[in-house]
Every structure is written in structure tokens, then in C-alpha cells.
């Protein structure tokens, strides 16, 4: 059982940057996808951004440029660690943003960290 638990959400003023981060724990293997979603009031969760365990990833493409994700993976595959780093938020960037790891055909989501961008 894969367990995922987020961090870094807040409140922050159009313009400014966040960044989140996810840490996986349970799994002695290398998680093979991980990513970031997010889900807006009254929308469907949509894909921000992934990465897979190789380094390829993944943007929605309105959010290329802005956000950058990264992952880091202990030795032991142990610990594997998902960020997000977002540039230039604006308001609609508001959302619950959930973390998403895919292993042996599994999918495994977090609880989300909600991101508030005021104008």
C-alpha cells in the first residue's frame, strides 16, 4: 500500500510562486509514474503535470512554462519524493491540488493541498 501525503498548499497574491511537494512511502519499488492533478470548484480533476521514474514528463500544455515538476527517488526506492514548482499563478490556478502515483497498475492518490491565488 502505497501512502502519499502533500505539502506546501497555501494562500498566495496573483504573480507570486508555490511549491508543492508529495512523498511516497509503502513500496520498496520504483514508483513508475508520478504527477499532480488538480480540481477547481464545480470542475473535473485534470492533469497538471507528471514524471515518470526514467525523468520524462508531462504538462498540460496551458501550463508549460509556468510550472515545473520534479521528482526525487531514494537509493532503496524507499522514499520517492514528487515536486511542483508553480511561477506566475493566477486566480483560476485556484484548486485542490492531489498528488497521483501509478505502480504495478495501481493508482494511489493523497488527501490534496489546496492552492488560493488571490488577485
Known amino acids: 500500500q502505497v501512502q502519499l501525503v502533500e505539502s506546501g498548499g497555501g494562500l498566495v497574491q496573483a504573480g507570486g510562486s508555490l511549491r508543492l511537494s508529495c512523498v511516497a512511502s509503502g513500496s520498496n519499488f520504483r514508483i513508475n509514474v508520478m504527477g499532480w492533478y488538480r480540481q477547481a470548484p464545480g470542475k473535473q480533476r485534470e492533469l497538471v503535470a507528471a514524471i515518470g521514474s526514467g525523468g520524462s514528463t508531462n504538462y498540460a500544455d496551458d501550463l508549460k512554462g509556468r510550472f515545473t515538476i520534479s521528482r526525487d527517488i531514494s537509493r532503496d526506492n524507499a522514499k520517492n519524493t514528487v515536486h511542483l514548482q508553480m511561477n506566475s499563478l493566477k486566480p483560476e490556478d485556484t484548486a485542490v491540488y492531489y498528488c497521483?502515483?501509478?505502480?504495478?497498475?495501481?493508482?494511489?492518490w493523497g488527501e490534496g493541498t489546496l492552492v488560493t491565488v488571490s488577485s
Open positions: 497521483n502515483a501509478h505502480i504495478f497498475g495501481m493508482t494511489y
